[in-house]
């Protein structure tokens, strides 16, 4: 079965890291566009960073220098590592993997495969 699982997410304070994992069983997640993106209460879902078939990265400006995509793909595994965590960081975390053939949607729930999401919370 296909699947992507998220994990890593946790309870921290200010200014301390995190790194979230998105594991894949099914597919081989090297093969496809992936992106995390993060949902607060309330809120719409916000695309964090994204790392492409090709290797190449973005990431929305508010995280930029703080959080770092990465892949592994010996373990099928996108990582996010987050540092320097703040307060409005604190969301539900998903991951989801897409074709390369198509942009990257708005919203998790819009790529091909995705995660429960893993929640992150960031107390002052």
């Known amino acids: 079965a296909v699947r992507l699982v998220e994990s890593g997410g946790d309870s921290v304070q200010t200014g301390e890291s995190l790194r979230l994992s998105c594991t894949a069983s099914?597919?081989?997640?090297?093969?496809?566009?992936v992106a995390w993106y993060r949902r607060q209460p309330g809120n719409e879902c916000e695309l964090v960073s994204s790392i492409s078939v090709e290797g190449s990265t973005d990431y929305t400006d508010s995280v930029k220098g703080r959080f770092t995509i990465s892949q592994d793909n010996a373990r099928n595994t996108v990582y996010l590592r987050m540092n320097s965590l703040k307060p409005e960081d604190t969301a539900i975390y998903y991951c989801g993997a897409k074709d390369s053939d198509r942009p990257t949607p708005d919203c998790y729930n819009h790529m091909d495969y995705w995660g429960k999401g893993t929640l992150v919370t960031v107390s002052s």
């Open positions: 099914g597919f081989t997640l090297g093969e496809t566009d």
